[in-house]
């Protein structure tokens, strides 16, 4: 089964207002980390939380983790156009001989002009 | 100068074919992988090269082989293809590979069509 499920799947906002994602995943991790894709693109790298760390930002980003539930939230605030794109979160886990990145289901963020 | 590379973007092909994909990466990073992500958007992990050597080999079928000739590369050979195999594989790359999985630099995706 998939590590990490983006929640909502899809979200549509008018420009200027703030965007949540959520993300849960089932096993301890090292890091969880959130990414983007725009449409037919590949995925970028947007910011990592580490598990002892309860909050981190990055520009118009905030990142939450909640390792007691096992989740994580990404706000987006004061949301733009050029954000639009789908949104995915990625947990490191142990693949045996190494740490992997396990990439939830995303989910995709349509902002509205 | 792009960091990772992969070609070609797009591939279109008959069943049965075989076909390759080639990745190269100029950041200077030891590890490299190769996932899949299908129509849904769903993105699996394949295979992971660790400065040439394998470490991790999802349950991948045997068609699919990959190849590191040296750490900046790592090509995806595809026998047989099967209608099953149509998705996007993207190449990326991360400067660590045994203590925490760093940050993944993707490649733009190589969209291979079945027919």
């Known amino acids: 089964s998939q590590q990490g499920e983006e929640d909502p799947q899809a979200l549509s906002i008018q420009e200027g207002e703030n965007a949540t994602m959520n993300c849960s995943y089932k096993t301890s991790i090292n890091n969880l980390q959130w990414y983007r894709q725009n449409s037919g693109r590949g995925l970028v790298h947007l910011i990592l939380i580490r598990s002892n760390e309860r909050e981190k930002h990055s520009g118009r980003l905030r990142v939450t983790l909640d390792t007691s539930k096992k989740s994580s939230s990404l706000l987006i605030t004061a949301s733009r156009a050029a954000d639009t794109a789908s949104y995915f979160c990625a947990t490191d886990a142990w693949g045996g001989a190494t740490n992997k990145l396990i990439f939830g289901t995303g989910t995709l963020l349509a902002v509205q002009p | 100068d792009t960091a990772v590379s992969q070609t070609p973007k797009y591939l279109v092909t008959q069943m049965g074919n075989d076909k390759s994909i080639k990745c190269e990466q100029n950041?200077?990073?030891?590890?490299m992988y190769w996932y899949k992500q299908d129509s849904k958007k769903f993105l699996k992990i394949m295979f992971s090269?660790?400065?040439?050597?394998?470490?991790i080999n999802e349950t991948v079928p045997n068609r699919f082989s990959p190849k590191s000739p040296d750490k900046a590369h790592l090509n995806l050979h595809i026998n047989s293809l099967e209608l099953g195999d149509s998705a996007v594989y993207f190449c990326?790359?991360?400067?660590?590979?045994?203590?925490?999985?760093?940050?993944?630099?993707f490649g733009e995706g190589s969209r291979l069509t079945v027919l």
């Open positions: 950041l200077g990073h030891d590890t």
């Open positions: 090269y660790n400065n040439k050597e394998l470490i």
């Open positions: 990326a790359s991360s400067p660590t590979g045994t203590v925490g999985a760093g940050e993944l630099f």
